[in-house]
């Protein structure tokens, strides 16, 4: 079953804080923290945006992006859910 693109307005409007990339301006839902362990060290916390392909799913690692007022880069950007949105893996700067 595909999700219509009006459901995802109404999904990011609601829960949603305000994500800037590349001059585009949208919402996005930030799960934070989020840690990677190997073994009994954890290598590293990251964090992970799902927001809109149409807006964001054109990120590269490296990018800078903020999140409700701050300032990250961009590990990874997936898509998922046909497409529709995407989650990008952040680290804070």
Known sequence: MAIATDSLDAIFSDLAVTVVAGGVTGKGILDEPTSVVAGDQVLYVDRVLHCKSSDFGNLVGGDAITVGGVNYKVR??????????????????
Request: glycine share 6%; with cysteine.
């Open 76 to 93: 990874t950007c997936e898509k998922d859910i046909d497409g529709l949105t995407c989650q990008i893996s952040l680290e804070k700067v």
